[in-house]
């Protein structure tokens, strides 16, 4: 299986901050990699797939980026509704593994 | 409107079974590969199995292999997962989720809101 791993697994944070999180595959993915945000008591929404492309509908603060083993979640600029979990999840070969999650909170 | 209505959940003991199914609504199901994820209380995300829009191609992670079986009936629009010998770590809330793009299975761009599966004497 291929392990992904996210750092940092927490982060606190201000509304208007520049926010990055990092994601680690085992082994070369290419750019098979995505990013969900979650919210509590929320079913998980796609932001980001193959590693750079936005999901329809989602704010252009967020960006990603990376390929091959290192891949990077940025959102630009803070906002209220940002504060959540993060996970990405590798779509390169079954399983589909996710990161263990980042969690988004207000400092 | 795409809608992924999740049913089946509930309390079952170690050992059982248990059928969860997933209403589609919104889409051409059919055309579409699809998922379920599960969430343990408290912790992570982790993909359970998949399956290709024919239903001729299934995938399951390890832990699940020779114990859930992912099925579809694309005249109902109806994606289904049978889970037996049901252990404690499988208690979750289960996810059905839609393949992102045709002819891929592994990213998920619609969810539903998931059902609570309870494994517990």
């Known amino acids: 299986d291929i392990q992904m791993t996210q750092s940092p697994s927490s982060l606190s944070a201000s509304v208007g901050d520049r926010v990055t999180i990092t994601c680690r595959a085992g082994q070369s993915i290419r750019s098979f990699l995505n990013w969900y945000q979650q919210k509590p008591g929320r079913a998980p929404e796609l932001l980001i797939f193959?590693?750079?492309t936005l999901q329809s509908g989602v704010p252009s603060r967020f960006s990603g980026s990376g390929s091959g083993t290192d891949f990077t979640l940025t959102i630009s600029s803070l906002q209220a509704e940002d504060f959540a979990t993060y996970y990405c999840q590798q779509s390169y070969r079954s399983p589909y593994t996710f990161g263990q999650g980042t969690m988004l909170d207000i400092k | 409107e795409v809608q992924l209505v999740e049913s089946g959940g509930g309390l079952v003991q170690p050992g059982g079974s248990l059928r969860l199914s997933c209403a589609a609504s919104g889409f051409s199901f059919s055309i579409y590969a699809m998922n379920w994820v599960r969430q343990a209380p408290g912790k992570g995300l982790e993909w359970v199995s998949g399956?290709?829009?024919?239903?001729?191609?299934?995938y399951y992670a390890d832990s699940m292999k020779g114990r859930f079986t992912i099925s579809r009936d694309n005249f109902k629009n109806m994606l289904y997962l049978e889970m037996n010998s049901l252990r404690a770590e499988d208690t979750a809330i289960y996810y059905c989720?839609?393949?992102?793009?045709?002819?891929?299975?592994?990213?998920?761009?619609?969810w539903g809101q998931g059902t609570l599966v309870t494994v517990s004497s």
């Open positions: 193959e590693a750079s």
């Open positions: 399956l290709s829009s024919s239903g001729d191609s299934t």
């Open positions: 989720a839609k393949a992102l793009v045709l002819g891929e299975l592994s990213s998920f761009d619609y």
